[in-house]
């Protein structure tokens, strides 16, 4: 027989972003950055080898002025549910579901940096550290005490503010919650100027994340590959539902720093 | 005993198998094991006891309040506090202190265009010697102010009282007047970015979300704010001015608006006259916008009220004066002067008696300055375009700039002293153009300064007092005063950072205990209240406005090889510098549009010839500029979209195609080829 | 002679064993003082404090650990004693409030992260069992590092061998928290521990 490590009841943790509300300011980008100790890039990085565990993407309508809008989409790690792709690839055993939050936990120290995972998974939310972390002039001292900074050689991604999560799990050790689930938000939540971004415990009926991940408007990424993700969008706008269903558009633009 | 060399080898096999049963093969592996996983050039994270302290940013007028999270002594991370929300660049100001781009030592430029740096006296000395050659030539001193409305601006004109060669130049829009947005139904936006960089993070879009406000965004291009509005006008670029005039047009046609008020205003015939050649049907041509579209807008500003009609203010650009004329009667007609949810005057924030006559200094804007006329020429955090200003100065002259990064005009600066950064220093904030009300609102430093860092104020303190001026207190000290005078005044009231509680100020019984309570996080307010304005003024028909019908004309819808396209600047708004790791994520997201890109509808790209993703040269007047060539479907056909980089590095050429631009009012035309 | 070759045997492997378990430890761990000496049993005996009164966990789960200068100058504002410790104390810390830069034994590197909220409020673990008697100890002793990894002697534990004879507490390495988590059946994920 086990036991959990901390005495309270397991979540299923979720978040809810509402499109609609997002104009694509990039402070949800930034928190997290900050949060989770993501460097600054060296020389000749690219959008395709640089580290952005919250990457905010530009969608188009596809029609020509006057008709062409723009709308903003987070994506992050999905925290896939049912099929994990990452999970069944990794040859390490460096990626697990943890059943006390249901969070796609992502273990660099026990990473090869065969980057199996960056392929499995279709959101293309896996960065692979190909330079050493560094920060300029010091900066590094400004690094979050709560969350280590990775080397090289590894992959990483969004583990919903894990930092945060042990924070919070400690604060309830002190407060004796038992029976609750542990409550806590992300970077990105907390930062959002517009609140687009609702974090929260999907299995608790009552928590807004739940009732909003189930409003009619309510969508989530390939949902046809039945990857079960926690991470839900909502728009009223049908073209940006429509654009969910389908790949992202292929990356030809290819950023070169410095 | 003779030993051999067998003997030696079962001496070494012998070390060999003792060897196993010590501990040194297993935990040498076990170590270097542990290394290959903390490679020991890996930073380490700070530790200290995780405490929080309050402060207020002012790296723009919003003056948000801050929540700095730190570790030991150093901040790790800011957050909003008191229910507001921080930007992306005040989420990442901590970050600010360590930009390889910041330059915390004085600098003086070389004639090869290179820094070089000084010591502090040594600027001083060149500055004093500067001002001192010109003190008896009238307006030949020309101060200007980026932070309008502080504590710091009144003791500028302090200094500009005190000599008379000297002019205060400063936008005094915003410290005077504020938009009373949360009780505002209607919001017709010329350009302004309001879901960018335009007020408080997040508040048009909370508003928007919650029901409250209806944005209309009139732009030439499917911005993000375009996309995000109620509704979007794609006008045309230079037909703002004429716009603006055609609702006027159909307002006064249909009659909708305070006849009682509006028609006692000193110019009204004369308007009537003017307005009357702004049909939207005569308008509709150039701001490419059907009659029926200019007159819904004109109905729904009128009646849906309270509305304000707001356009970016574009200091010294030619052209946006007209379009702030043809603005402020539109909203004088609308009502929106002095009303609820209009845009009110702020209530005065008290001022200590040694600054009072100071207070009464005007501020002097850019245009009225002659041409060729500034000798010496002092920036303090200043974002006008380089090209403006240099327009002003005369041949022989020295440029100062104080702030904390060498980028924009400052770039350009002849002398160059280090201001601290807000996490550095004790200074207030400027007044929000989002809220009406009045602030005070003072930085804690959690950092110290770079010591040869100054305030621009104690800078010219310390030149006024060499040459022979009387020198004013610190900056802090007046500060002091200015909390003194606020709680001996006796209105309005404290919020605190830390729960957003307010508390009146009646309860601080010391200045210490304000002072406290302001330092430790916490903003003084007074609310504004609705009053009419005293007297209204309405331009005629002899105004500059008369000529705007003759220089609104339609982009060109077949443009040939050659062609002048309308040209459409998005300058960079926000501070002059931001975290590397923001400037990288924005690069890698693809977020923000990269600097010194040209954007230009794929029509009109093959019509005049022109081939995309390759390097392209823009003209406009007499300012050329290399740029990237993009096709987009999200700018208008026929027009020429810009993205200008913000004149980060000295070497760059000494141009800047924001300066030329009047994207507001006047229409400026750019040539654009392939090279 | 007939046995220089196992004399020569012998000794190698004799030499070997005193080298590798007398020397190595001395070799691989690099020891330095504290920039201060502190006694607990000052504190705790003769002062009658508690250890909860400087590292005790916060209302926010956090724990204090080893106390900021400002915790120090509550009572040592001006010199209580006549160390000389003391008075380095009160004149190059206090004064300025300056952190005394402590070698910390018991430093996990920055991917570990343990809760003492867990361990201390929920299971209800003493201090002793995993910080042994140092609340009792008299003097601060070298801070010993060891020079590959960085870590400190006190993560691989006081024994080179990691084999007590006595079942005494070994360490604070990983294998350590797993021992004790096992035998209390306890359940984890890596990021449980990891950060």
Known sequence: MTKETVKTRPARYGMVIDLDRCNGCGACMIACAVENNVPACPEGVTDRTGITWMRVQKLSNGQSFPDSRTAFIPVMCQQCGDKTPCVSVCPQQAVEVDEASGIVDQMPQRCLGCRYCMVACPYHARYFNWWDPAWPNGMERTLNPDVAPRMRGVVEKCNFCHGRYQEARAKAAVDGAAERAVEYTTACAEACPTGAITFGDLDDPGSEVAQLAKSENAFRLLEKLGTGPKVHYISKRAWVRAAAGSSLAAETREVRHG | ?675 | MKHSGKIAFAAGLLLALHLGWRQFPDVLYSKADQPLQFSHKVHVEDSGMSCEDCHFVRDDGRFTGIPPIAKCAECHAEPLGATPHEKVLVEKYVATLTEIPWRVYSRQPDNVYFPHAAHVKTAKLACESCHGEHGKTENLRPYEQNRISGYSRDIWGPSISRISLKGERLGMKMDDCIDCHTEKKLRHSCLDCHK
Not at chain 2, 453 to 462: A, H, I, M, T
Not at chain 2, 517 to 544: C, H, I, V, Y
Request: hydrophobic share 45%.
């Open chain 2, 1 to 675: 005993m003779s030993l051999g060399r067998r003997d030696l080898l079962k001496f070494l096999g012998g070390a060999a198998a003792g060897a196993i049963f010590t501990p040194v093969p297993w935990k040498l592996i076990d170590d270097v094991s542990i290394w290959t996983q903390n490679w020991s050039w890996l930073p380490l994270v700070p530790r200290g006891e995780i405490q929080s302290k309050y402060t207020t940013c002012t790296l723009c007028s919003s003056g948000c309040p801050v929540r700095v999270r730190c570790a030991g002594a150093q901040p790790v991370s800011m957050w909003g506090a008191a229910g507001h929300r921080l930007c992306p660049i005040g989420l990442s100001a901590h970050h600010l202190p360590y930009h390889p781009g910041r330059l915390a030592r004085p600098m003086e430029h070389t004639q090869g265009g290179k820094w070089q740096p000084i010591t502090l006296e040594a600027a001083v000395e060149r500055i004093s010697t500067g001002l001192s050659g010109c003190l008896r030539q009238r307006g030949s001193i020309a101060i200007v102010d980026g932070r309008a409305g502080t504590t710091a601006s009144l003791l500028y004109k302090r200094f500009v009282a005190q000599t008379n060669a000297a002019v205060y130049i400063a936008d005094e829009t915003t410290a005077r007047n504020g938009i009373d947005l949360d009780r505002t139904s209607t919001l017709l936006s010329l350009g302004v970015p309001l879901q960018d960089s335009w007020g408080e993070p997040g508040h048009v879009m909370r508003l928007q979300a919650d029901g409250k406000l209806t944005v209309i965004h009139a732009e030439a291009r499917a911005s993000a704010t375009a996309s995000l509005a109620d509704t979007w006008l794609p006008l045309a670029p230079g037909a703002e001015t004429a716009f603006v005039l055609a609702l006027a047009h159909v307002i006064l046609k249909d009659g909708i608006y305070d006849r009682g008020r509006i028609q006692k205003a000193e110019n009204f015939r004369s308007f009537e006259t003017l307005i009357a050649a702004f049909s939207p049907e005569r308008v509709a041509a150039a701001t490419g916008l059907a009659p029926d579209v200019i007159g819904d807008v004109a109905r729904q500003l009128a009646q849906a009220g309270p509305s304000v009609v707001l356009a970016e203010s574009r200091p010294g650009v030619d052209g946006a004066d007209e379009l702030a004329t043809a603005v402020a009667a539109l909203n004088l007609l609308i009502g929106s002067e002095g009303s609820e949810g209009g845009i009110l005057a702020r209530p005065e924030v008290p001022v200590h008696d040694s600054l009072k006559d100071a207070s009464r200094v005007p501020a002097t804007t850019l245009a009225a300055v002659p041409d060729h006329s500034v000798k010496v020429l002092w920036l303090d955090d200043a974002e006008i375009p380089w090209a403006v200003l240099e327009r002003k100065l005369a041949p022989e002259h020295l440029v100062i700039s104080v702030s904390a990064w060498p980028t924009g005009a400052a770039a350009h600066a002849g002398l160059f002293v280090p201001a601290p950064l807000f996490l550095e220093s004790v200074r207030d904030a400027a007044a929000p153009a989002d809220s009406a009300a009045a602030w005070f609102r003072i930085t804690s430093p959690v950092l110290p300064a770079p010591p040869e860092s100054r305030e621009g104020v104690d800078l010219l303190s310390q030149v006024a007092e060499k040459i022979g001026l009387t020198p004013t207190d610190s900056l802090v000290d007046h500060l002091h005063r200015r909390a003194e005078a606020i709680r001996t005044a006796g209105h309005g009231q404290v919020v605190s950072y830390a729960d957003g509680t307010a508390t009146g100020i009646a309860a601080f019984s010391s200045a210490e205990d304000f002072w406290n309570a302001l330092a430790n996080g916490g903003a003084w307010t007074q609310a504004a209240s609705a009053k009419a304005p005293p007297r209204l003024r309405l331009p005629g028909e002899n105004s500059s406005l008369e000529k705007t019908m003759r220089t609104a004309t339609p982009p060109p819808s077949n443009p040939g090889t050659a062609a002048e396209l309308p040209l459409v600047v998005s300058a960079y708004t926000g501070p002059p510098a931001a975290s590397p790791v923001l400037s990288k994520l924005y690069e890698e997201s693809g977020l923000k549009e990269p600097p010194d890109t040209a954007f230009i509808h794929p029509q009109t790209a093959e019509r005049a010839g022109l081939k995309p993703g390759a390097r392209a040269m823009v003209e406009a007047g007499n300012v050329k500029r290399p740029v990237l060539l993009e096709i987009s479907t999200l700018v208008m056909p026929g027009t020429l979209h810009v993205s200008a980089a913000p004149e980060f590095h000295p070497a760059r050429p000494k141009h800047s195609i924001a300066g030329t631009t009047a994207a507001n009012g006047r229409l400026v035309r750019a040539r654009i080829w392939n090279v």
